[in-house]
């Protein structure tokens, strides 16, 4: 066990929709990264949050918003979905948010239909 | 290796032999790497990492190789068992002040019992 929760496992919804990811980072950890991953893409870096401030944003679409709250957890906005925003999204926390060692939570997998 | 179009390398063993995982990367600029494991239905998990002053870290049955010449990176597994079974991601931290991990393809483990 990693020590990071992601709710929910999965999710089943259809085009057009909006949901939310949330995610607990590991007891301690300040930094969040959301990551997406497709059987085309491998693992896409979407945006990372230090101590509830944006530090870095990767390939994450306009339709997408992030936030880290201030007793760390993160939430993962995603809306006007497409069929092809189907695809597993994880949720990491580091200590330091330096990049090094994240540890990951089981994911979320989203279907869109 | 590295993938090619959607597919993952995929590397079969015995148990007990040993396995090496390859991976190329492209930032001559990187600075840190690290070794991901990601069995079915779970998300990455941390294995290895190593400096770009170094060129070989040994850990628990496991062994990284760096060649800053070539730019490639090398998972050695000892003894490989079933548990090892699982895909494996090689990420590179690119310097600059990135911190922000960048992932490879990954390659997949099978180990026949």
């Known amino acids: 066990d990693s020590g990071v929760t992601q709710t929910p496992k999965h999710l089943i919804t259809a085009t057009g929709q909006r949901v939310t990811l949330r995610c607990s980072p590991r007891s301690g950890d300040l930094s969040v990264y959301w990551y997406q991953q497709s059987l085309d893409q491998g693992l896409q870096f979407l945006i990372q949050y230090y101590n509830g401030e944006e530090r870095a944003k990767g390939n994450i679409l306009e339709r997408f918003s992030a936030q880290q709250f201030p007793d760390l957890h993160s939430e993962l906005n995603l809306s006007s979905l497409e069929l092809g925003d189907s695809a597993l999204y994880f949720c990491a926390s580091s200590l330091t948010g330096a990049g090094e060692k994240l540890f990951f939570g089981s994911g979320t997998q989203l279907s869109v239909l | 290796g590295e993938s090619v179009g959607l597919h993952l390398p995929t590397l079969s063993v015995q148990e007990g032999d040993n396995s090496i995982i390859n991976c190329a990367y492209s930032n001559s600029a990187s600075d840190y790497f690290i070794w991901y494991k990601q069995e079915s239905g779970k998300g990455p998990q941390f294995i290895i990492d190593?400096?770009?002053?170094?060129d070989k870290r040994q850990g628990q049955r496991v062994t990284v190789l760096l060649n800053k010449t070539v730019k490639h990176l090398s998972l050695q597994i000892a003894a490989t068992q079933p548990g090892d079974s699982a895909v494996y991601f090689c990420a590179e931290l690119r310097g600059g002040g990135s911190y922000i991990p960048t992932f490879g393809r990954g390659t997949s483990l099978i180990v026949h019992p």
């Open positions: 190593i400096r770009s002053n170094m």
